[in-house]
């Protein structure tokens, strides 16, 4: 489970995210398509259109932090967002579930690169 601050929320974007996106593209498109304040200490989580990527940006007492997970083979299971709608609210638990859950009917192990 994770542990978080009180009052800090998750929000996941609806729509995939480009993963070449670092804090700065991040935090624009939490202001922008998410409509929210990048600096409330929030969580704000984007998914690849593969959904084998995920990375987390948060602001924490001084700056941005990015937090990226990539699956060696399978996707994540990304709930289907509702339609007309840019984020999702999500519970810790939720996070949680997101992170570890892994389809593995698709799955497509990298190349490992030496």
């Known amino acids: 489970m994770l542990k978080l601050p009180e009052g800090v929320r998750i929000w996941m ?32 989580v984007f998914f690849s259109r593969r959904r084998d990527l995920v990375r987390i940006l948060f602001w924490d007492a001084n700056g941005y932090c990015t937090v990226s997970k990539r699956l060696e083979a399978g996707r994540f299971r990304v709930p289907e967002p509702v339609e007309g709608q840019a984020a999702v609210h999500l519970e810790a638990r939720q996070l949680a579930e997101l992170l570890s859950l892994v389809e593995e009917s698709s799955a497509v192990r990298r190349r490992e690169v030496h």
């Open 13 to 44: 974007a609806a729509q995939p995210c480009d993963m070449r996106k670092q804090a700065d593209g991040l935090s624009a498109l939490v202001q922008g398509s998410l409509g929210q304040q990048p600096k409330s200490g929030h969580l704000f």
